[in-house]
């Protein structure tokens, strides 16, 4: 089934890794020329244009973009009592978790009447986008919402794309989440028009100010990439997403059938979703090969997963050991990572690249994506390398606040004139001379 890499006995470079290894991605470059266009419009005609664009590519036109507030709660009072427990128990646990990451200020007395103090101080608006494609993503909601929360922002916006099934509003379900968590200010609007408008803001259809925002957060496809590739530096993004992906690092230990379900999981999100199994055991890749096949005759979104499972992004890496799997996982930078070896957690602890790790056989993916406390918003396409997953610091600045008296300020004088002089930048140093020096 799944196709297969096999490095034993070698030991390549880290840019040989990287070349060898099983990788999706998008060119977003090739879809720039059609984005952009629809970018100038939102900024020059606003909504106009953004709900022109929407029945163009959802099939929909809104009465006007903000959701009315009737909707949202009519969304949450007619949600599914299962639905909605499970939501809850997903919103308490993301937010215990979010709490502990809250910045404190600090300040450093550098020396005696010199002070350094960084405050945490949140991004004023953001707006939280939830895609609406293949599946229905209210656990995005609240991946989203709950660090902003916490971070104290002020003002949020979630925009998820107009359903046509259900008269140009998001998804109910999406709208009960967001009444859930208490946002009143929801925008049926997605794709890169979605990214324009939030960027750009502008006036709704019965005359109110859609208020641009500063930042914006969340996954989308291709199109929602290119936007934010395009609006960046107008607003913050928190990264390009790519399609979604999963490593599993295996031994002779981890049950087949797991291994199975798990890369399975992944693929259902998307056809160009990456399932990567990295493995000391040949007898192990032969039967998660067979339980995929087994597994496959029941899953749903069967050819949606084949597609996906026999991708040139997804396949089986043989490796000689453990340590040389880890190498591997560490050179691949999963968005998601799962350890299932013996010592699982002492494995773990030596992943350096990776959005986040799950460990041992009782914490998949799934879990993570949904009830953990965890965040799903993660890097990928390698970028867990250099790059965290959305959490409270997304939303929050540091600032810098530099307090010095006089006598501290002449102490280091000096040092700064001299510092400014050897990068031939005088004034630099006229600025401190003459706040001790009478100018002759």
């Not at 773990?348 to 790790?357: D, E, K, P, R």
């Amino acid at each position: 089934m799944l196709a297969r890499t096999d490095l034993r006995g070698r030991t390549p470079s880290t840019a040989e890794l990287r070349a060898a290894l099983p990788r999706g991605g998008v060119d977003v470059d090739a879809v720039l020329h059609q984005v952009r266009p629809m970018v100038e419009a939102v900024r020059d005609r606003g909504a106009e244009a953004a709900l022109e664009f929407g029945e163009k590519f959802d099939g929909v036109r809104p009465a006007s973009v903000r959701v009315p507030a009737a909707e949202l709660e009519r969304a949450l009072r007619e949600l599914d009592p299962a639905v909605k427990e499970a939501l809850e128990v997903a919103i308490e646990r993301t937010r215990k978790v979010h709490a502990d990451q809250r910045r404190k200020d600090t300040v450093t007395e550098v020396v005696p009447g010199g002070t350094v103090t960084e405050r945490w101080v949140p991004v004023e608006r953001v707006g939280l986008y939830v895609p609406g494609g293949n599946a229905v993503y209210p656990s995005s909601v609240v991946m989203n919402v709950v660090p902003a929360q916490t971070a104290g922002v002020g003002s949020l916006v979630v925009a998820s794309p107009p359903q046509a099934d259900f008269g140009g509003l998001p998804h109910p379900t999406i709208l009960a989440a967001a009444a859930m968590l208490g946002v009143d200010e929801v925008w049926a609007v997605g794709g890169g028009q979605g990214v324009a408008l939030l960027t750009y803001g502008g006036t709704d259809t019965d005359g109110t100010e859609l208020v641009p925002v500063d930042l914006i957060t969340g996954p989308g496809n291709i199109y929602v990439t290119a936007a934010k590739r395009l609006c960046r530096g107008l607003v913050g993004i928190d990264a390009e997403a790519g399609p979604t992906e999963i490593a599993i690092l295996a031994d002779h230990t981890a049950d087949p059938v797991h291994v199975a379900a798990d890369l399975i999981s992944q693929a259902e999100h998307d056809v160009m979703a990456a399932s990567v199994l990295v493995t000391t055991s040949v007898e192990l890749a032969d039967a998660v090969d067979k339980a995929l096949a087994a597994q496959l005759e029941i899953t749903k979104h069967r050819e949606r997963v084949t597609t996906a499972l026999t991708g040139s992004q997804s396949g089986t890496v043989l490796v000689s050991d453990v340590s040389a799997g880890l190498r591997v996982v560490n050179a691949y930078a999963a968005e998601h990572l799962e350890i299932q070896t013996e010592d699982a957690t002492g494995v773990a602890a030596q992943v350096t690249s990776a959005g986040a790790v799950f460990v041992g056989p009782w914490a998949p993916v799934s879990l993570g994506d949904y009830c953990a406390g965890s965040n799903h918003v993660l890097p990928t396409a390698g970028c867990a390398r250099h790059s965290s997953g959305l959490s409270v610091q997304t939303f929050l600045r540091g600032i810098h606040v530099i307090d010095y008296s006089e006598s501290a300020l002449k102490d280091v004088a000096g040092h700064v004139i001299t510092l400014a002089n050897a990068e031939d930048l005088p004034a630099h140093g006229e600025a401190v001379r003459l706040r001790f020096e009478a100018l002759r």
